[in-house]
């Protein structure tokens, strides 16, 4: 297994943390749409917003893969949806930056998450069979989550 390399260097290392999801089994599509919506904010606030859609409360607003997305009551956007597996396994990485945070000495609730990537991983092939002795390929794609969090 090769190495991945954090794609964001934060300029104080003492007062930043790491943490990374390597090819884990959601949708990239999901992940990209919940990790813009939780860069920027503080790491309680992404953590308390992720259990909400998890519990089915608060949607994600879906900006960029909107094409027949219902709608859902947000504020100021209009498409969004509830993702909830990419939602949970997401949390279980951002809990380990809050964890990483406390290791590390830093105040958890002060961190602001300002880099928060999803990047494709690997697609792990299986075959189908159909008819007439064929077979054709299914594609199941990984996604590899990254978040930076520094205290400001």
Not at 8 to 28: C, H, L, N, W
Not at 79 to 108: H, S
Request: glycine residues 6%.
């Amino acid at each position: 297994m090769a190495r991945i390399a954090y794609s964001y260097k934060p300029q104080d290392e003492t007062k930043a943390v790491r943490a990374m999801g390597y090819e884990i089994p959601i949708s990239f599509k999901h992940a990209m749409e919940i990790c813009r919506v939780i860069r920027g904010k503080k790491v309680p606030q992404a953590i308390s917003f992720l259990e909400g859609v998890v519990q089915l409360r608060v949607p994600v607003p879906f900006r960029k893969h909107k094409k027949k997305v219902a709608h859902k009551n947000i504020p100021g956007w209009y498409a969004g949806r509830y993702p909830q597996k990419a939602a949970n396994e997401i949390l279980k990485v951002l809990k380990n930056l809050k964890a990483n945070a406390e290791y590390k000495g830093l105040n958890a609730e002060e961190l602001i998450i300002v880099h928060a990537q999803a990047k494709k991983g690997r697609a792990i092939v299986r075959y189908v069979p159909r008819a007439f002795g064929r077979a054709v390929p299914k594609r199941k794609q990984l996604t590899t989550v990254e978040f930076v969090a520094e205290v400001r």
